[in-house]
């Protein structure tokens, strides 16, 4: 097997994960539209079944054209396996399954997409699981915050809606001690931006409908495990470092190693929650995927000079993305995103919400959609949308205020976007 490590980014985009097909030398991975996989002998079968033998049964675990794109992202973060999942909101649920339990609790930044913030601290409750919300630039804070039920610590490399960069180091020391796996969500980042595995991350995960695809075109998720946390080292995670019996007793880090999170995921946590990719969204995410770091360059791009211009304005207030001199996280890019601070950042508009309405509704070629990472330009109100379940003060708190607007900056030619956030502004 090709050491993916040796090669490059670009080079993994493309051709991590997958090889011209076997069976008939099609040069792109194809669409494996089968529900099913025919068994080679009963024996197979049961082998297949007891996990003795890597194949595959039933495309709600496993399925070929899923399974290059996981191979893909994993090469791409580093991690040891990836399980891909039917949108980002599943890959976080997929992430925590195997850690929490009724009673058990994650510790959360307060900085986080807005579905995140009400998944967490509504919707877990019916599985008998918390969250606890803390601001992530005090780490003290975060390491007051854990306790003895706590399971897994959560944030995210570059925060939705204002594109603040968490100082993962500091994050993952904290974790660390307390002997607790860090689940990065990396969406707006993208690994071409930054690697949370090499800053600490237990696991990372994607919503791949953004950046990965690129185009606006699939929901998914994924979740990258790095395959270096000690599952045995601890009595916190029996599903993992104890008889499981939801899969006849087989304890998963003994028999499977740095793969135990993955085959979890798939065997039990695909298996019964059931929120599998479909081969054909697969392929529209291995398709945009190829070009990843060529536009992420260019998002990035754009995004700095869309930013700085925006500061300049008369009408803004202040701009928080991260690739300014002028913003407190800015001092961060270099660490944990060398390559840049990303497209996502939000505008505060002295007119405030009335002013961010009317902005929105005078542009051409920014899109209004609940949406970031496409190609195209995006803009969105967060207060009265993304983050709209939250109180006041949680808006506040997540970077979501009702006096600003959130833009995802795409890749079309920057003069164009300046001209026309200068109609719009002046109208
Ligand atoms: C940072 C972040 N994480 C997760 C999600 C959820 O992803 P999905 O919509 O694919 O479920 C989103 C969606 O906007 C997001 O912005």
Redesign the pocket.
Known sequence: MTDTSKRGFTTNQLHAGANPDPATGARNTPIYQSTAFVFDSPEHAAKLFSLQEVGYIYSRLTNPTVGALQERIAALEGGAGAVCCS??????IMALFPLMGPGKNVVASTR??G??LTQFSQTIKRFGWSAKFVDFDDTQAIADAIDDDTRAIFC?SIA?PGGYITDLDAVANVADKAGIPLIV?N??ATPYLCNPIEHGATLV??????YLTGNGSV???VVVDSGKFDWMATDKFPSLSKPEPAYHGLVFAEALGPMAFTFHGIAIGLRDLGMTMNPQGAHYTLMGIETLSLRMREHVKNAKIVASWLESNEHVEAVTYAGLPSSPYHSRVEKICPKGAGGLFTVQLKGGHEACVKLIENLELFSHV???GDAKSLIIHPAST?HSQLTDEEKIAAGAAPNLVRVSIGIEDSDDLIADLEQALNS
């Open positions: 949108s980002g909101h599943a890959a976080q986080l997409y579905g995140t995210e939705n969500d969406t707006t995960v994607h919503s791949t409908t953004k929901t998914g998720g609940a949406n970031l993304t």
